[in-house]
């Protein structure tokens, strides 16, 4: 069941119709990517114009672009598979990147951007190649990472650079010659695909061990027999990726309407670069939970925080690496635009949300 209104589009998007239409068409047949017969061809073949199609995305060779079930396990391949000893991770990533074990955490500041003088630092005392992950864009604020200034830092000091790019492609431009990453992470239900579908990017040349071993697929990088109809959608929804309104101007009208109805509020990460479909915002008093109930009897879906994380009620820790207090934290909500968003949308949520925080300014 969708509410009414689902401006949720960073926790997960709605599948775009072509996109499910293509899987359909996969489902009624049976396929395995191995086989050789006539049926496993097909398959096949459909498999490798999805990979075709995602590494167009992203400015890859078809052969630089490894298959898995999603942004989690493609973190964990880079992370666990370059077989560097030393890693370094943002303080602002994925709880799929931030929780790797005795990672050194590299430290944002109150805008959400990684301090790459500290970067540099951290390398030096290192001393010895490190693999340094560093998103692209946050999935709770949108703030958009350095990357490039990034790479050319670790690259100095002989390291990788692995970027988890799940939220970014369609949002803004991802060429992974020009931000000169050696891994890159991508989700396809992030980019209006299907769950359970995923990619990491492993530039030609970087030695990887797989993190799942079997069957020898994936060019013997991933074992398992592969998803093939997930796949397919993926490849679709990277076509069709960036189609859709203009998500920027309809996220600004929305912070500028807040405003104007609560100069209060907080905007976070606003004064970095950001996605243009997101944003992060508290009012003082409107607990985060108490404003998601009422947006959602007025059937309105929006988020706290990150989605993975939003059954447990914690401040969210990208909030407190900025600096924001626990108790700014606590009041974060998370509206998300996406292909499918209309401005009426936005109108309703300006007005639900301005009902609400009216209600509780006056309790
Ligand atoms: C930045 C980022 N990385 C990784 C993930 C995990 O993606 P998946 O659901 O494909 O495993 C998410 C999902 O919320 C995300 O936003």
Known sequence: MRPSVYLDYNATQPIRPAVRDAMIDVLSGPTNASSVHRLGQNARARVEQARASVAALIGAEPGEILFTSGATEANATALAGTGLGHVVVSAVEHPSVR???????????????????????????????????????????????????????????????????????????????????????????????????????????????????????????????????????????????????????LRDNLEQRLAAAAPEITVHGALAPRLGNTSCFGSPGLLAETALIALDLAGIAVSSGAACSSGAVEPSPVLLAMGVPEARAREAIRVSLGWATTPEEVDHLVESWSIVYRRTKAA
């Open 99 to 249: 929780g790797f074990r005795d990672a050194a955490v590299l430290p944002v500041d109150g805008n959400g951007l990684i301090e790459l003088a500290t970067l540099d630092r951290m390398l030096g005392d290192i001393g010895e190649p490190a693999l340094v992950s560093v998103m692209l864009a946050n999935n709770e604020t949108g703030v958009i990472q350095p990357v490039a200034e990034a790479a050319r830092i670790v690259h100095a000091h002989g390291g990788l650079l692995h970027s988890d790019a799940a939220q970014a492609p369609g949002r803004i431009p991802v060429d992974v010659r020009a931000l000169d990453v050696d891994l890159m992470t991508l989700s396809a239900h992030k980019m209006a695909g299907p769950q359970g579908a995923g990619a990491l990017y492993i530039r030609d040349g970087v030695p990887l061990t797989p993190l799942l071993r079997g069957g020898g697929q994936e060019k013997r990088r991933r074992g398992g027999t592969e998803n093939v109809a997930a796949l397919v959608g993926f490849g679709v929804a990277a076509d069709l990726a960036g189609q859709g309104p203009d998500l920027a101007a």
